[in-house]
């Protein structure tokens, strides 16, 4: 069995990373205190990673750092399953609008992680 762990390079870039996805997203739940400003970080959140795993998959000339500091740093800070789940949970006794929101947030996520990896794609080939 190969020890595959990371170094402490690719741990300081995760937590830095990942320090300024969350204040990002912090930042805009607290300009923006609504329910569906979840909802928006979690898809602009998987658009972005889309088109960054696009446009950097096996890329020459790009630092291994790269990857682990903005999509499991910088986006895993800022999109959150957790808030989602709470946020789910808190719309319980209201299942229409629980349902609206599970849908938006899965379907939009999806939905914008498609496209980022297509745009993504698409520039990558046109530069």
Same mark, same amino acid.
Do not use: D, F, M, Y
């Given at each position: 069995m190969s020890d595959? #762990?990371? *170094? !402490?390079? &690719?741990? =300081? +870039?995760v937590a830095a990373g990942g320090a300024l996805g969350a204040v990002a997203r912090y930042a805009l739940t607290a300009a923006w205190p609504a329910i569906w400003t979840t909802v928006a970080v979690n898809v602009i959140g998987c658009l972005a990673i *889309? +088109? /960054?795993l696009a446009r950097i998959a096996d890329r020459p000339g790009v630092s291994p750092l790269l990857r682990p500091f903005l999509a499991t740093g910088v986006l895993g800070g800022f999109t959150t399953f957790s808030a989602f789940t +709470?946020?789910?949970l808190d719309l319980a006794d209201r299942p229409p =609008? %629980? =349902?609206a929101y +599970? /849908? %938006?947030t899965v379907g *939009?996520? &999806?939905g914008a992680a498609w496209l980022g990896a297509r745009l993504? #794609? !698409?520039?990558a080939g046109s530069a």
């Open positions: 595959h #762990r990371p *170094g !402490r390079p &690719v741990i =300081a +870039v *889309g +088109v /960054l +709470v946020q789910t =609008a %629980a =349902a +599970v /849908l %938006a *939009g996520s &999806v993504g #794609r !698409r520039r």
